[in-house]
C-alpha cells in the first residue's frame, strides 16, 4: 500500500511547534516589553497650537515657572495659564505676531486655548505638586531642561518604577531651598549630607504603599 | 474552632435577619456561605454564541486600535481665571437645602464650579453639621439628565422670554379685575423672599386664590396646637434634655420634621461612657416597624388609628395619677380601653417620675386632636419650654388641605381661569378624590413650575423647568426662625427658574433675578449699617444669627380644646381582616415621590424591610397568614372602589390587620430611573384620612412579584450560622445588654464569649508608628438611617446597579446595615449594624491576593489599588466580614456625560472586573497628611474625617489615629463596651463595635418567650 503522506510530511510537526514557540514567545514579549516601564513615552513631542518657546520665556529671559504655573505650590496641579496671562505681556510685545494669532483670537472670542497634554500619570494615580515642591523635589527633577526646550518634550517615563525610584531613595533629588525652580541645579558633592538631615528635620517620608497615589 | 459560650446577657435572645432565616428556609442557607447567592457569577440575560463572537470580535478590534498610541489629552484652561479658584483645590460654600417647610443647612464642595459632594453645616442649628439620606442624595438629582430642559408651551419648545411675554398680555385683564379668577397652588415654604412675593402677589391681585399643598406636610401637628392655644406653633424638641421618650406613631428620628437635629439630640441623651453614665428610654406606640421603633425600649405595637384612644387612655392614666391632663373631661369614653394596663401604668409612671425631663411626640400622620392632646400631655408633664418649645410660624406657609380642596372645587365650578402651580406635582400626589386632573383641565390658563416634565405637566398650558436648589438664589427660615441663604453653586443646567423668579414674574410680568429679590429682602432683615458686609458674613457661615426667635407663650385654652376632642372622637374600633387598616408610610428612599429617579435612593435598602427598587404592602405575619398569601404575592388591594396590585411583604412587628403601603412610587412621567418602579399609593389616598384610612380588603392574585431586599445578603459567616448555632453565635456579632445589665457588669461584652489561644500563621507585624487609622462604631446610638451608606456612595464613587442586579446580591454599597431581630418573632426587637471593610491588620484577603492589588499600609489600612486587580474574587471569597463588592460589569458606562459631574475627582471610578470596598476614605486620608505634612506637623484630631463619620447625625461613627493618647478614638477605644467582630479568628480588625444597650422599665421586665 502507497504512503498516504508524502515524504515532507516528516517535516511538519517540528515546523509546527517551532512557529508555535515563535508565535507564542511574540505575544509575551509583546506584552513583556510593551506593559513594562521601560517602554513609556519618553520623547513624546507632540505639537502645539501655538508655537511656545520654554526656551525663549523660561531660558532666554528667565521668567519664573511659577509666574504661569500658578498652581504648583499649593495645588495638586500646576496649571496651566489662562490666555489673560499671555495677553499680559502680549498686548504689548509682538501684538501683531502670525503665530499669537490663536492667543489673541481666544483673548477675543473667550473660547479657551487647547493645549496638548504632555505629562501625564494615569487616571488612577493621584499626583500632587505640591507636596513634591514643599519637600523640595524641583521642577527639572522630572519635566528635564525645560528652559532648553524648544517645544516640550516628555524626559522621563514617568512610569511607577520611575517614581518608586525617588520615593525609596529621595536623598538625591531633594535641593536647598531657593532652588526649586533653578534648571542649572546639580547635586553638590556634600548632596548626601544635606538631604538627610533635611530629611530627619522635615520628616520627609515619601508614601511607597499602594495607597499614597492609588486611592 | 473551640469557643465556650457563657454568660451571655438578655439570654435566650435569638437573632435572625429574616423570617425565612428563622424558619430555617432553604435559599437563605446558602447565603452566610456563599459570597454572592448561586448564580450570581453567571451572565443573567441570554448570551448566545452569536454575541459572543460579536463581542469578541469588537473588543479585538478595539484592543487593537486603543493600543497602538496613546490618545491626545487636551488642556483646556481659563481665559480668564476666576480669582479664586486654584484648579485642583476645592472650595467650599455654605448654602440651605429647603426642604418642604424645614432647612438643612449645608456645606458644599465645589471642584471648578462642579458641586460634587453636601455636607452638614456645622453653624446651620438645623442641621448641625449633619445630613441626612435625602440631603446627601440630593446632589444626584442636580445632574439628573431626566430634568426638564425648557420652557413648553402644550408640550412645544419655547423660551422664557415667550413665556413671559404671553403672560404679561394675559395679566392684564386680571389687573382689572383684582385678580378674579387667577389662582396659585404652591409648595409649602418657610422663605422671607418667597413669603414677601406672596404678599405683593396678593395686593397686586387682592381676590385671587392662595393655596399651598404637599403630599406629606405638617398641617396635623399645627392645626392641633392651634387648637390647644388657638396660636399656631411649630414644636421644635430638645431630645438631649429628656430622659423619657414617648412617641405616638412617630418616626422622629428619620422621616418626621427636624429629623436631624431629633436624632443628635437622641443620641446626645442615650450616650453612654461609663457605667454610671444616664441613659434616656425611649416608648414606642406604632403601627408599622420603623427606625425610631428599633430603637424604642418599650414597643408597643398598635393599629395607626387606635393611637388616638392611646393618647387619651394615657392622658387619663396621668389624671388617675395626680397630673391633671387638660381636656381630659371630655375622654371619659376612652376609660375602658383595651391597652395594655401594666404598660400604659408603667409609661405613666415613668413620665411623671421624669416631669420637666420628658418629652412626648406624636406623628404628622395623626390627626389634629392627637396633637392638641399630646401638647397637653407635655403641658401637664411640665415639658414645654424645657423639652419642647413652640415658635411662631413667622414666614412659613403651611400647607392647608381646606385650601386645596376650595381651590379644586372653584375650578370644576369654572371660577378658576389661570392657575399657576408653583412646583409640587400635584396631578401625581393629590388626594384620588379631588380628582384633580379633571378640574385641571378645566382651567383655561395653566403654569407649572416643576423640575420634571412630569404627571401635571402634560395638561398644562405652560411648562416651566425648575431651577435645583442648588441652581439657584432663595432663602429659608427653621422652624425656631433661624434665617439661612440658599446660594447657587452653579449656573442653572437646564434653564431653570426658582420658586421666586417665577413667582415675581407671575405677579408683575417682569424678569427679575433670584439674587435681586433675595437682596431686596434681606434690605428689611439686616438692620446693621453696612449691609453689604453682614450680607457677606451670612454667604460666608451659612446662617444669619441674630435671626433666632423667641419661643410662643403657651397657655392652653382647656375649655376650647374639651369641645374640640367632643367634637371629633378618636376611633376606638380595632381594624379586622375583612375591614383592614390602610396606613400611607413616607418613603424612606423616595420621600413623596420626589426623590423618584435618583439611583442612589431608589436601590438604598429601607432600613427595616431592607427593599429596593420597590414598595410593598407591609404586613404582619399573623395577617398573611390568616389572608393565606406570603412574601413577593402579587395582590389586590381594594380600598373604596379603588384597587391597586402590589406585592406583599410580611414585616416582623407590625400591627395585625394593619398594612402599610410607602407613598412615592409608581411614577410614570420622571425619568429612566424612577418610571414604572412600585405601584402608585397616591391612586388609594382620599382627602377625608390622608395619613391612615380603614376598609381595606385584600385579594390575591395567584402571581408573583419579584422583590429585590438585602435583607439575606452578605449574611456573616459565623460558623453553621443559618443551622442551629445561630442561638449561641449572633450574640457575638451584635452585643446588647440592658443598662441594668451593664451596670452589675461592666465586662459583660468579653464575657460573652471567651476566645480560644490566638494563634497566627503568619509573621505578627507591628504597627506602632502614627498615625494608624481605626473606627469605632457604637451601636448604642446607631438609629440605622441609612446617611452613611449614602454618603459614602456620594464620596467614593459609588456606581447604582439596577434592581435585577441587587436581586442577584451585587449591590455595591460599601458600608451596609445589617438589621438583626430578636425576640417574639411577632414583636422583634431591632438592631442596626453598620458593617463596612473592617480594615483588618492580618487581613485574609491580602493573604490570597495573587496580584497584590490589596496589601496593607504603613498607617494600618487594608489598601484596594484597582489598577492592579484583576478580578480573581478571591479576596472577597476569604472575607469573613463579606464587605467585598465586585463590579461584575461596568456599571460606571453608560450614564449621560452629565451624571459623571457628580463623580469625586479624588477617587478613581471602577471598571468591570474589579474588586472595591471601603478605604476609610483613603483620599481623605492622603489630602489631611498633604496638608500636614506642608506644615511640617502631625495630622491633628478630627482633621481627617471619614465620610460615613462626617454625615453620621448621631455621631455613632468615631474615626482617628488609636496611637494618639489625646484623640478621641483613642478615648473611645477604651470603653469596656468595645468589642470586635469575629476577633477570635485573630484578624484584628481596626473598627470597633460599642455594645448596644438597652434601658427597659425595671416595671416592664418581660420572661421573654419567643414562639415559633
Not at chain 2, 454575541?51 to 481665559?79: D, H, Q, W
Not at chain 2, 420628658?358 to 408633664?381: F, K, M, T, Y
Not at chain 2, 412600585?678 to 377625608?688: A, K, P
Request: proline share 7%.
Amino acid at each position: 500500500m502507497a504512503q498516504i503522506f508524502p515524504e515532507w510530511t516528516n517535516k511538519l510537526p517540528p515546523i509546527v511547534a517551532g512557529m508555535v514557540i515563535l508565535i507564542l514567545v511574540g505575544i509575551i514579549g509583546f506584552f513583556w516589553y510593551y506593559g513594562s516601564p521601560y517602554y513609556t513615552d519618553v520623547g513624546y513631542r507632540p505639537e502645539q497650537p501655538v508655537p511656545y518657546s520654554h526656551k525663549l520665556h523660561a531660558g532666554d529671559l528667565g521668567l519664573d515657572c511659577r509666574y504661569c504655573h500658578t498652581g504648583v505650590e499649593v495645588s495638586p496641579v500646576a496649571g496651566v495659564p489662562p490666555t489673560q496671562t499671555c495677553m499680559n505681556c502680549h498686548t504689548m510685545i509682538k501684538p501683531d505676531s502670525e503665530k499669537l494669532k490663536p492667543i489673541r483670537e481666544s483673548w477675543e472670542s473667550g473660547e479657551p486655548m487647547e493645549w496638548i497634554r504632555i505629562h501625564k500619570v494615569p487616571d488612577y494615580a493621584y499626583f500632587d505638586h505640591s507636596i513634591h515642591i514643599n519637600a523640595q523635589i524641583g521642577c527639572s527633577s522630572c519635566h528635564g531642561r525645560i528652559d532648553r526646550m524648544e517645544v516640550v518634550s516628555l524626559v522621563e517615563p514617568l512610569s511607577m518604577k520611575w517614581c518608586l525610584d525617588c520615593h525609596r531613595n529621595p536623598a538625591p533629588y531633594i535641593r536647598p531651598p531657593g532652588n526649586i525652580t533653578n534648571m542649572e541645579w546639580v547635586p553638590p558633592e556634600n548632596q548626601l549630607t544635606f538631604a538627610n538631615r533635611f530629611i530627619s528635620k522635615n520628616n520627609i517620608d515619601p508614601p511607597t504603599d499602594c495607597t499614597g497615589c492609588h486611592r | 474552632m473551640s469557643k465556650e459560650l457563657k454568660n451571655i446577657p438578655s439570654s435566650g435572645k435569638e437573632y435572625w435577619r429574616s423570617l425565612e432565616q428563622r424558619v430555617k428556609a432553604p435559599e437563605t442557607e446558602a447565603f452566610p456561605h456563599r459570597e454572592f447567592p448561586e448564580g450570581t457569577a453567571e451572565h443573567g440575560a441570554t448570551f448566545s454564541r452569536r454575541n459572543f463572537l460579536s463581542l469578541m470580535g469588537a473588543s479585538l478590534a478595539l484592543a487593537g486600535l486603543t493600543s497602538c498610541r496613546r490618545p491626545v489629552e487636551k488642556i483646556i484652561p481659563y481665559v480668564i481665571a476666576p480669582e479664586e479658584i486654584i484648579p485642583g483645590i476645592p472650595l467650599y460654600y455654605a448654602t440651605t437645602m429647603p426642604f418642604g417647610t424645614e432647612a438643612i443647612g449645608l456645606v458644599v464642595e465645589n471642584h471648578e464650579g462642579r458641586p460634587t459632594k453636601l455636607e452638614g453645616n456645622p453653624k446651620h442649628p438645623q442641621s448641625l453639621g449633619k445630613a441626612n439620606v435625602f440631603a446627601q442624595a440630593a446632589i444626584l438629582d442636580l445632574y439628573d439628565p431626566d430634568r426638564s430642559q425648557s420652557v413648553l408651551y402644550r408640550g412645544e419648545e419655547r423660551s422664557w422670554s415667550e413665556f413671559l411675554a404671553a403672560w404679561k398680555e394675559l395679566i392684564k385683564e386680571y389687573e382689572s379685575s383684582d385678580g378674579e379668577g387667577l389662582a396659585i397652588l404652591s409648595e409649602p415654604f418657610a422663605s422671607p423672599t418667597l413669603a414677601r412675593l406672596k404678599k405683593a402677589f396678593l395686593r397686586r391681585f387682592p381676590k385671587a386664590r392662595w393655596a399651598a399643598y404637599e403630599p406629606v406636610n405638617d398641617e396635623n401637628i399645627f392645626s392641633g396646637v392651634n387648637m390647644a392655644i388657638g396660636e399656631i406653633g411649630r414644636p421644635v424638641y430638645h431630645c438631649t434634655e429628656a430622659r423619657v421618650i414617648l412617641a405616638l406613631d412617630s418616626d422622629f428620628l428619620q422621616l418626621e420634621h427636624d429629623n436631624i437635629r431629633n436624632a443628635a439630640g437622641f443620641a446626645d441623651g442615650r450616650r453612654v461612657i461609663t457605667r454610671d453614665d444616664e441613659m434616656n428610654r425611649l416608648y414606642v406606640v406604632e403601627s408599622a416597624m420603623t427606625v425610631t421603633g428599633g430603637m424604642a425600649d418599650h414597643r408597643y405595637r398598635l393599629q395607626s388609628r387606635q393611637i388616638g384612644a392611646f393618647t387619651a387612655a394615657l392622658a387619663l392614666e396621668l389624671t388617675t395619677r395626680g397630673l391633671p391632663v387638660d381636656g381630659v373631661e371630655s375622654l371619659d369614653a376612652y376609660k375602658n380601653h383595651p391597652f395594655d394596663e401594666k404598660w400604659l401604668g408603667a409609661l405613666a409612671d415613668d413620665l411623671i417620675k421624669n416631669t420637666g425631663r420628658s418629652l412626648v411626640v406624636a406623628g404628622r400622620r395623626q390627626p389634629a386632636e392627637v396633637h392638641a392632646l399630646v401638647l397637653a400631655i407635655n403641658s401637664a408633664l411640665k415639658n414645654i419650654n424645657r423639652t419642647v418649645e413652640y415658635y411662631p410660624i413667622g414666614d412659613t406657609e403651611a400647607a392647608r388641605q381646606e385650601d386645596l380642596v376650595s381651590l379644586v372645587q372653584a375650578a370644576d365650578s369654572g371660577d378658576v381661569t389661570a392657575l399657576v402651580i408653583l412646583g409640587g406635582n400635584p396631578v401625581y400626589n393629590t388626594p384620588v378624590d379631588l380628582a384633580f386632573r379633571e378640574a385641571l383641565e378645566k382651567i383655561t390658563h395653566t403654569v407649572h413650575l416643576s423640575t420634571h416634565v412630569d404627571e401635571t405637566s402634560g395638561y398644562v398650558e405652560w411648562h416651566i423647568p425648575e431651577a435645583h436648589f442648588l441652581e439657584c438664589w432663595g432663602d429659608v427660615q427653621t422652624p425656631d426662625g433661624v434665617l439661612s441663604i440658599v446660594q447657587p453653586q452653579i449656573e442653572p443646567l437646564f434653564g431653570g427658574k426658582s420658586k421666586a423668579e417665577v413667582l415675581a414674574a407671575v405677579s408683575t410680568g417682569d424678569d427679575r433675578s433670584g439674587y435681586d429679590l433675595v437682596r431686596e429682602t434681606w434690605q428689611s432683615i439686616l438692620t446693621g449699617t453696612d449691609f453689604n458686609r453682614q450680607w457677606r458674613r451670612i454667604l460666608h457661615d451659612g446662617v444669619y444669627d441674630g435671626s433666632k426667635v423667641k419661643p410662643s407663650r403657651v397657655e392652653i385654652r382647656s375649655q376650647k380644646l374639651a369641645t374640640a376632642l367632643d367634637k371629633k372622637p378618636f376611633p376606638t374600633d380595632t381594624a379586622g381582616l375583612n375591614s383592614m387598616e390602610i396606613v400611607y408610610q413616607v418613603s424612606n428612599s423616595v420621600y413623596d415621590g420626589r426623590f423618584a429617579n435618583n439611583g442612589w435612593l431608589q436601590e438604598l435598602p429601607d432600613p427595616v424591610t431592607k427593599l429596593t427598587w420597590d414598595n410593598a404592602i407591609v404586613m404582619s405575619r399573623r395577617t398573611a397568614q390568616e389572608l393565606g398569601v406570603k412574601n413577593e404575592d402579587l395582590v389586590t388591594l381594594q380600598h373604596r372602589g379603588r384597587t391597586l396590585q402590589l406585592p406583599v411583604w410580611i414585616l416582623p412587628g407590625h400591627a395585625d390587620y394593619s398594612i402599610s403601603v410607602e407613598l412615592g412610587y409608581g411614577r410614570e412621567a420622571v425619568g429612566r430611573i424612577g418610571n414604572g418602579v412600585g405601584g402608585n399609593v397616591y391612586t388609594l389616598r382620599r382627602s377625608n384620612a390622608p395619613g391612615f384610612d380603614i376598609g381595606v380588603s385584600i385579594q390575591s392574585t395567584g402571581k408573583n412579584y419579584l422583590l429585590a431586599c438585602t435583607q439575606d445578603h452578605h449574611g456573616l459567616d459565623v460558623e453553621k450560622l443559618a443551622r442551629e448555632s445561630i442561638r449561641d453565635r449572633l450574640p457575638i456579632i451584635v452585643r446588647e445588654a440592658t443598662l441594668e445589665e451593664y451596670r452589675e457588669n461592666g465586662e459583660f461584652v468579653h464575657e460573652i464569649v471567651e476566645p480560644p489561644p490566638k494563634v497566627s500563621m503568619w509573621k505578627e507585624i507591628k504597627y506602632d508608628e502614627r498615625p494608624q487609622w481605626g473606627m469605632t462604631i457604637d451601636l448604642n446610638v446607631c438609629t440605622g438611617c441609612n446617611a452613611c451608606t449614602i454618603a459614602c456612595q456620594s464620596e467614593n464613587n459609588i456606581p447604582v446597579v439596577g434592581k435585577e442586579e441587587v436581586r442577584l446580591g451585587r449591590e455595591m454599597h460599601w458600608m451596609r446595615l445589617d438589621r438583626y431581630y430578636s425576640g417574639d418573632p411577632d414583636d422583634p426587637e431591632m438592631v442596626h449594624q453598620p458593617v463596612s471593610c473592617q480594615q483588618c491588620e492580618m487581613a485574609p484577603c491580602e493573604q490570597v491576593c495573587p496580584v497584590a492589588a490589596t496589601t496593607h499600609t504603613k498607617d494600618g489600612l487594608n489598601g484596594m489599588t484597582y489598577n492592579r486587580c484583576v478580578g480573581t474574587r478571591y479576596c472577597a471569597n476569604n472575607c469573613p466580614y463579606k464587605v467585598r463588592r465586585f463590579n461584575f460589569y461596568n456599571y460606571a458606562k453608560g450614564w449621560p456625560e452629565i451624571v459623571q459631574m457628580v463623580r469625586n475627582p479624588d477617587v478613581t471610578v471602577r471598571f468591570r472586573g474589579v474588586m472595591e470596598k471601603c478605604t476609610y476614605c483613603v483620599q481623605r486620608i492622603a489630602l489631611g497628611k498633604i496638608a500636614a505634612k506642608k506644615e511640617n506637623r502631625e495630622i491633628r484630631d478630627g482633621e481627617v474625617v471619614s465620610a460615613c463619620q462626617q454625615t453620621c447625625p448621631t455621631d455613632a461613627i468615631v474615626f482617628g489615629d488609636i496611637l494618639d493618647p489625646n484623640s478621641k478614638i483613642f478615648k473611645v477605644k477604651q470603653q469596656n463596651r468595645r468589642y470586635e467582630l469575629l476577633e477570635e479568628l485573630n484578624i484584628r480588625p481596626r473598627t470597633s463595635f460599642l455594645a448596644k444597650l438597652r434601658n427597659p422599665n425595671p416595671d416592664l421586665k418581660q420572661t421573654q418567650n419567643p414562639k415559633d
